[in-house]
């Protein structure tokens, strides 16, 4: 389970709020609660950049790891967010 408008709230919630949803590795949120903005620009549009991952809000799309839409990179968004990464070593 995880932060999407299919189970009914209204806004981001914090990482650890749905721990049955957490991979394999430990990690929250890997899809759902916000989209992921990402670095990578829009081919021919320098203006948009991709986002992944779904979020709370918007038109019941099933958050995958893999689904990705456009976002302008001027315009903030409450349903648009970031990752920060702390590098783990696997024994």
Do not use: H
Request: charged residues 20%; glycine residues 10%; positive net charge.
């Amino acid at each position: 389970m995880c932060n999407t408008s299919l189970t009914g709230t209204d806004g981001p919630r914090s990482a650890k709020s749905y721990p049955n949803g957490k991979s394999p590795c430990g990690r929250y949120n890997m899809s759902g609660n916000v989209w992921e903005w990402t670095k990578t620009i829009v081919p021919n549009d320098k203006m948009r950049v991709f986002v992944k991952g779904g979020s709370w809000s918007l038109m019941n799309i099933i958050p995958w790891t893999w689904y990705r839409y456009t976002s302008d990179k001027g315009i903030g968004q409450q349903n648009i967010g970031f990752r920060c990464i702390l590098r783990c070593d696997y024994e």
